[in-house]
């Protein structure tokens, strides 16, 4: 028999330290929140949290700002998300186009390339947009059968106008699935309007809750493409139809987390009190206060403010400076946890989150202060 541990040397309960989350995720999250968190579980199959499923759905598809029907929240993280709006509507030998502007448009030419997809990628400088001219020239050419990008890069804090992209990708009867993981709930985001066929997104930025749920809506044409395809969706978990048999037809799949569940009901609740266009006007207003006071001290953002995120500033760094000496740092002396530079930027720059419940003027100011100490 395998040795157990001893219990004397076990924690009597967990009291992990309180962190200030000013990186690019997870989020603050909202009292009220955690909170719910802690409410009594509910079986997957039980009428009461069916029902709270409903509402959620009803709250997502405002955020999402579509009427699509097939509105759900995964069980998983926004990876999750990226991932099953490409196994579904992606078969092998497909012609993919993805814009990448940053690591996560790599990240999703990643798993097209697993499904068997022949990708072409538009690259666009990290810290700048992706030129609408150049995707329509690859769309044009190559007559995908899917385009991708991604609205908020969160390696580089650029925000990608999407409409054109649309517009090029439905010319050639293509669909448009694209990444809102860092802007959903905090930049403005109309999935229908802007004719999005599917947008994912994670529940532990802009939303505010706790990391463990992706939002996905899918509308009807992108469910078409899913019920005709030649090959099954290459895995059970994330195919879309059947997590509508679930959510829609209250058939069983898996069995969800209910306290996460409640957490962005909860969230989505709250979001909704504030109401959706001032939670935008929140997040740019707290943006602009933080790049003014980064601009004080003689730092630079990434992107040009034409094309900035307002929840995810990347903050450039001068030569010599040690990023992670910065983080740690706050970390250790302010409590304040940021992020730093992925791929090419690493070491370069710090990534900093003011999202959901975490982008309030105070937490702006403790940051700002703790920067000015430790540059």
């Not at 309960?13 to 999250?29: F, T, Y």
């Not at 569940?261 to 935008?280: C, K, M, Q, S």
């Not at 304040?336 to 070491?347: A, D, F, M, R, Y």
Request: proline content about 7%; charged content about 20%; aromatic content about 6%.
């Amino acid at each position: 028999m395998l040795q157990t541990p001893d219990p004397k040397t076990l924690r009597d309960k967990l009291s992990p330290p309180k962190r200030l989350l000013m990186g690019p995720g997870p989020s603050e999250v909202d009292p009220v929140v955690l909170e719910a968190l802690s409410l009594p579980p509910l079986g997957h199959l039980d009428p009461a949290l069916l029902a709270i499923m409903g509402e959620t759905q009803e709250m997502l598809r405002a955020v999402f700002q579509t009427s699509n029907p097939f509105t759900i929240a995964l069980s998983g993280t926004g990876t999750s998300g990226m991932e099953a709006s490409l196994l579904n509507t992606i078969e092998p030998g497909d012609r993919v186009v993805i814009g990448v502007m940053g690591y996560f448009g790599d990240r999703m030419c990643q798993i097209a390339s697993r499904l068997g997809a022949l990708v072409t990628r538009v690259d666009a400088p990290w810290g700048r947009p992706l030129d609408i001219e150049e995707m329509r020239d690859a769309i044009s050419r190559t007559k995908p059968s899917v385009v991708c990008a991604v609205h908020a890069e969160t390696s580089t804090g650029v925000c990608q106008d999407l409409p054109g992209i649309a517009e090029a990708a439905h010319e050639v009867g293509a669909l448009f699935v694209v990444d809102a993981v860092t802007s959903l709930g905090g930049q403005p985001l109309l999935v229908d309007e802007w004719g999005i066929d599917v947008c994912y997104s994670g529940s532990q930025k802009c939303l505010g809750a706790p990391s463990g749920l992706a939002p996905l809506t899918m509308n009807e044409h992108a469910l078409e493409r899913t019920r005709e395809r030649k090959t099954p969706v290459p895995g059970f978990y994330l195919d879309a139809l059947l997590l509508s048999k679930y959510w829609d037809e209250k058939q069983y799949h898996h069995t969800i987390s209910a306290p996460l569940l409640y957490g962005l009901h909860t969230a989505l609740r709250l979001l909704h009190i504030e109401g959706l266009e001032a939670r935008w006007e929140r997040h740019r207003t707290n943006h602009q206060t933080f790049r003014g006071g980064i601009e004080a001290m003689g730092l630079d953002f990434l992107p040009d403010e034409s094309y900035s995120l307002c929840p995810l500033n990347a903050v450039l760094l001068p030569p010599g400076v040690d990023e992670g000496a910065i983080r740690a740092t706050l970390l250790t002396d302010y409590g304040i946890e940021v992020g730093g530079g992925l791929g090419p930027l690493k070491g370069k720059l710090l990534r900093v989150g003011l999202m959901g419940y975490g982008s309030r003027d105070e937490f702006v100011t403790r940051l700002l202060t703790g920067l000015k100490e430790v540059l």
